[in-house]
């Protein structure tokens, strides 16, 4: 039982690192600017918990992925 624990250990362990980190998944720092043409800004806007800055969240629709970009201009819509 011990035997098979270990193994199972062995190889759900790089399993789980590489989930978490293979796209920069987790701990994202946030963008400058929206990655590149054909993503989209969403209405959701956030506050880092981290840095306190108002993030802004764009959405590719063709993989469906998300970014997070610093938000530019109204400082009053800081939230």
Same mark, same amino acid.
Do not use: C
């Given at each position: ?40 800004? #969403?209405? @959701?806007?956030?506050? %880092? &918990?981290? =840095? *306190?800055? #108002?993030? @802004?969240?764009?959405? %590719? &629709?063709? =993989? *469906? ?15």
């Amino acid at each position: 039982m011990t035997g098979f624990l270990i193994w199972l250990g062995i190889v759900l362990l790089p399993m789980i690192v590489w989930a978490l980190f293979r796209n920069g998944g987790y701990k994202r720092r946030p963008l400058d600017a929206p990655p590149g043409p054909g993503w989209v800004r #969403t209405e @959701e806007r956030f506050a %880092d &918990p981290t =840095s *306190g800055e #108002t993030l @802004e969240v764009w959405f %590719d &629709p063709q =993989s *469906g992925k998300r970014a997070y970009v610093r938000a530019r201009g109204d400082a009053s819509r800081h939230l």
